[in-house]
């Protein structure tokens, strides 16, 4: 089963979550860029602002192709506990996606709120079956049992 992992990443702790998916469940990982950087200030500004608006950010790559894979990882950092506006423009971006299994998740300092609820439904508006999902803290990502469980639901999403 060929797996799309795509991901943004500010701090790199949902850069290395998908890294660790990737490394045991194969696939390809499609990181999303914003086109304007965020600093420090401006992405707990700014950035959150736009994230509890639902905005999405000018991304690279700006338009994502799909349509040659079955299943879909997205994975997202929470800004004031919704998905990052990278993400809610990935989503918008996905071409080829109708009638795909996915799975996503957040990683988060402590609680992610309303992420995947907002990812479930945008997914959804698109076609995407969302299969299951995944919350991890800070000291979840450092916890390799944690880990493991992400990895498992996409290995089970895997499965046909």
């Known amino acids: 089963m060929k797996t ?18 990737q490394a045991a469940c194969g ?6 860029k914003t086109r304007q950087n965020y600093s420090k200030l401006t992405a707990y500004t700014v950035g959150c602002l736009r994230a509890r608006s639902g905005e999405s950010d000018p991304i690279d790559p ?3 192709d799909i349509t040659g894979y079955d299943l879909i990882v997205i994975g997202t950092p929470v800004w004031a506990w919704k998905p990052a506006p990278a ?3 990935a989503i918008g971006a996905l071409q080829g996606c109708e009638g795909k299994p996915a ?3 957040a990683t ?3 609680q992610a709120g309303d992420t995947l609820a907002v990812m479930r439904k945008a997914l959804e508006g698109k076609g995407v079956h969302v299969q299951s999902e995944a919350v991890l ?9 944690k880990v493991t469980v992400l990895i ?9």
Not at 5 to 20: C, H, L, P, V, W
């Open 87 to 89: 993400v809610n423009a």
């Open 108 to 110: 988060c300092g402590a």
């Open 62 to 64: 700006g338009s994502i």
């Open 103 to 105: 799975v996503i998740f």
């Open 137 to 145: 803290t800070r000291k979840d990502c450092a916890d390799p049992r």
């Open 4 to 21: 799309a992992i795509i991901f943004y990443s500010y701090t790199g702790i949902t850069r290395d979550m998908a890294g660790k998916v």
């Open 152 to 160: 498992d639901l996409v290995k089970q999403a895997m499965v046909p």
């Open 27 to 32: 696939g390809d990982l499609i990181e999303v």
